[in-house]
């Protein structure tokens, strides 16, 4: 009997986060599904670049990223589940354990120093608590406290790609490798290939095995079409695009529905379901967010789920697929590449603009809204750079798609066909006090537009080349920008002056960013560290010695309060006090991924980090702050009222609200506000506006002409002493999910 994990070596949890439980957030689109796994009460799905996504049976899903200190990566490859309910999840480097249906016992351990090389694709537990994992060389087989590679042989696992590990009811092992299947039964191996046996290809990405009550049927997925083997692995049966339902032959999951008396196959088309009796087929995909579908899976209810390759996690209901709405923080894409932040407390604003290939997004005191192609006048989604004017305007660079202009109502855009801007890469963008901006392209120069006129600033006109990496403004109106390879150049009363490794200080000419100092010094970040420049003297950091922790510097920028420089590089993130340096990584910190490409900092000292594929990191060092209120009020206020989750929750037409406003014997006056959101931050309906006395009070909410979704509902109170008091606010916001 199996009584625990196995692992002679269980990795402790990293502490950073059981000290600081807010000084790291991450910030993710969980888009890119790998696996579904099913246990007793919930469907988990293992994401690349998003965590884990846990969806409990009729509850709210949560998504889970190592900003929480469990977790080792945002990137998993595959998971699954044991008999006795525990979840297993394949990162790169270590499989990490959930242990406990509701609690929260997490453990791993890493088998790179016995796999050193390679990927990881698939995973099994069997009854015995060996560990299988599929990679592209081999197999990897955890018994009691060893880790042992099994390589392809002609006499036993036939391919070294294995792209899938089955168990079945009778202790046999599956094998779906590239080169056929194999199966082992604990003492011989057979295998099945194109050349042996009916397989419509040697490529096999799932087996699915049915269990023996209902006939140990053997299905199996190809990159040819569906092979189905009776028990006694003798009969072939094949199912193609052209002879069946299959809306492609490409199969990538295999379910069994026992409420349907049915079998569920996705593909990279969309979704067929299977009748078991008559082996009849009919396409499902109608609703689908994208017809690449990744994975299956069904939950205690019955539940079909399905997880996409690119458009996150959908839903089942009556034959019309819907997309599960999941956490509000979504970003348009994981691939942040851009960020500009627009914030004041005094005037209540904490705006931070994010920028990614996919679309961009806005993030205001604690409510997201997204902006894409399809809703905008943006010429593309793919975002390259963002810059906040001084009358608060949002200046938009793309790949391709020219420079776009938001002054808080309406888009427009510039490209080469509509306007003088001389090329549609713009890599970076910088203002004057007047208004006028600088546009840095990578091909036509440097552009300046004034709102009439465009002027631009060429190798003719004195610029050592004409791609632009980078634009700033000091404060005495020189113009400073940056080139990949041929350094950096200065525009001072009319006049170029070209500044490259060999005449000056400069580390290297592939200059990445420009930021002006508070005392007017420019920094520049380059591929081969950080060099400072005060008008005389260079000074340059390197990551050997006292400085960054790596040369490779991609993006940086100071704090609007405390001057302090910070640096996005290829290997983490480095923050500079004119004292000493500290860099966080993935080993020290909640920082969502190493590769970091944009990063800013907000009014309160929230540092924005933007990484190469795993969504925002925001750190603060006191504790995060992304709503005004938050930093506005004070715990006393905040104690002062109670909001608790809506119920029923997930519900179907109405759902009932209930708040308490404690009394704290102070005889204010209390305004009260109950408003519902959806996911865009747009006010639904206004609840409750009124004056009240403490008390608990409970107001539903009517959903009946609502669509499926997330919405929020937000408990605002405003106490005011006296006639003559400023009104101090606080409030709470949760989320509600309505499932039709």
Same mark, same amino acid.
């Given at each position: ?59 709210? /899903? ?9 977790? /080792? ?42 796999? /050193? ?31 042992? +590679? ?5 006499? =036993? ?45 040697? @490529? +096999?990405?799932? %087996? ?27 009969? @072939? ?9 299959? /809306? ?60 996409? =390759? ?77 810059? %906040? ?174 001057? %302090? ?15 000493? @340096?500290?860099?966080?990584? =993935? ?40 709503? +005004? ?55 639904? +309906? ?9 008390? =608990?009070?409970? %107001? ?41």
């Amino acid at each position: 009997m199996r009584t625990s994990i196995g692992f002679a070596c269980i990795i402790a949890l990293s502490p950073y986060l059981s000290a600081h439980p807010q000084q790291w957030i991450n910030l993710v689109r969980a888009s890119r599904i790998q696996s579904l796994t099913a246990t007793r009460n919930s469907v988990w799905a293992a994401t690349d670049g998003a965590g884990l996504v846990e969806i409990p049976t009729g509850g709210v /899903p949560t998504i889970h990223t190592r900003a929480e200190g469990i977790l /080792p990566s945002n990137f998993f490859r595959a998971a699954t589940s044991d008999s006795h309910g525990r979840l297993w999840f394949l990162t790169d480097n270590d499989v990490v354990v959930r242990q406990g249906e509701n609690g929260n016992n997490w453990s791993m351990v890493s088998f790179r120093a016995d796999f /050193p090389t390679g990927d990881v694709l698939s995973i099994a537990v069997d009854d015995s608590g060996t560990v299988w994992i599929g990679t592209d060389r081999g197999v990897l087989q955890h018994t009691s406290s060893t880790w042992s +590679v099994l390589a392809a042989t002609e006499s =036993t696992l036939v391919g070294p790609y294995v792209n899938a590990i089955t168990l079945d009811d009778r202790g046999r092992i599956w094998f779906g490798t590239d080169a056929g299947i194999s199966i082992y039964d604990g003492k011989s191996w057979r295998q099945f290939t194109t050349s042996n046996s009916r397989l419509l290809d040697d @490529w +096999v990405n799932v %087996v699915c095995v049915d269990p023996i009550e209902i006939g140990g049927t053997v299905w199996i997925g190809t990159d040819a079409g569906l092979c189905l083997l009776d028990s006694s692995l003798t009969e @072939w049966r094949t199912f193609t695009h052209a002879d069946s339902s299959l /809306p492609n032959n490409v199969i990538t999951s295999i379910i069994h529905d026992p409420w349907r008396n049915a079998h569920w196959v996705a593909t990279y088309g969309g979704i067929v379901q299977f009748d078991d009796r008559q082996l009849s087929s009919i396409e499902v995909s109608q609703g689908l967010p994208s017809v690449e579908v990744r994975s299956l899976a069904l939950d205690s209810s019955g539940l079909l789920l399905c997880g996409t =390759t690119d458009a996150g996690i959908a839903y089942l209901d009556s034959l019309q697929w819907k997309p599960l709405p999941l956490d509000d923080r979504q970003l348009p894409g994981n691939t942040v590449s851009a960020i500009a932040v627009q914030s004041n407390a005094r005037r209540n604003q904490n705006i931070v603009w994010i920028g990614t290939f996919s679309g961009l997004a806005r993030f205001e005191n604690g409510t997201w809204r997204t902006f894409q192609r399809d809703e905008t006048l943006l010429e593309t989604d793919a975002i390259s750079s963002l810059h %906040v004017d001084p009358q608060g305007n949002l200046w938009i660079g793309s790949l391709g798609g020219g420079l776009s202009f938001f002054d808080g109502a309406r888009f427009q855009s510039f490209t080469t066909r509509t306007s003088k801007l001389p090329n549609d890469l713009v890599l970076g963008i910088s203002s004057e006090s007047s208004g006028a901006v600088w546009i840095a392209t990578g091909g036509g120069g440097l552009v300046r537009y004034d709102g009439t006129t465009w002027q631009v600033f060429d190798t003719s006109s004195g610029l050592p080349t004409n791609v632009i990496s980078s634009v700033a403004v000091s404060p005495n109106g020189d113009v400073w920008v940056g080139t990949y390879g041929s350094g950096a150049a200065r525009l001072s009363s009319g006049t170029w002056t070209i500044f490259t490794s060999a005449n000056s200080g400069l580390s290297d000419n592939r200059v990445t960013g420009i930021a002006v100092e508070s005392d007017g010094s420019l920094w520049f970040s380059t591929y081969s560290g950080i060099c400072r420049f005060d008008g005389s003297t260079w000074e340059t950091f390197h990551a050997k010695g006292e400085g960054p922790i790596s040369d490779y510097i991609k993006a940086l920028a100071f704090g609007q309060r405390d001057s %302090v420089l910070w640096l996005a590089t290829r290997y983490g993130v480095s923050a500079y006090d004119k004292k000493e @340096w500290k860099s966080w990584t =993935t080993s020290n910190s909640g920082l969502a991924m190493n590769d970091v490409n944009a990063v800013a900092v907000d009014y309160f000292g929230n540092v924005w980090l933007g990484t190469n594929g795993a969504g925002l990191s925001v750190f603060n060092d006191r504790g995060v702050v992304l709503d +005004v209120q938050d930093k506005l009020t004070g715990p006393q206020l905040t104690a002062k009222f109670k909001l608790e989750q809506n119920f029923p929750n997930p519900f179907n037409a109405s759902t009932r609200v209930r708040y308490t406003i404690r009394d704290d014997g102070t005889r204010q006056n209390t305004h009260v506000t109950l408003r519902i959101y959806d996911v865009l931050g747009r006010e639904i +309906v206004t609840l409750v506006d009124e004056e009240q006395q403490p008390g =608990t009070y409970e %107001v539903e909410f009517n959903a009946n002409d609502r669509t499926s979704g997330v919405y929020l509902y937000r408990l605002q109170m405003a106490l005011k002493p006296f006639a003559s008091a400023p009104i101090h606010s606080a409030s709470e916001t949760k989320k509600m999910l309505l499932l039709k």
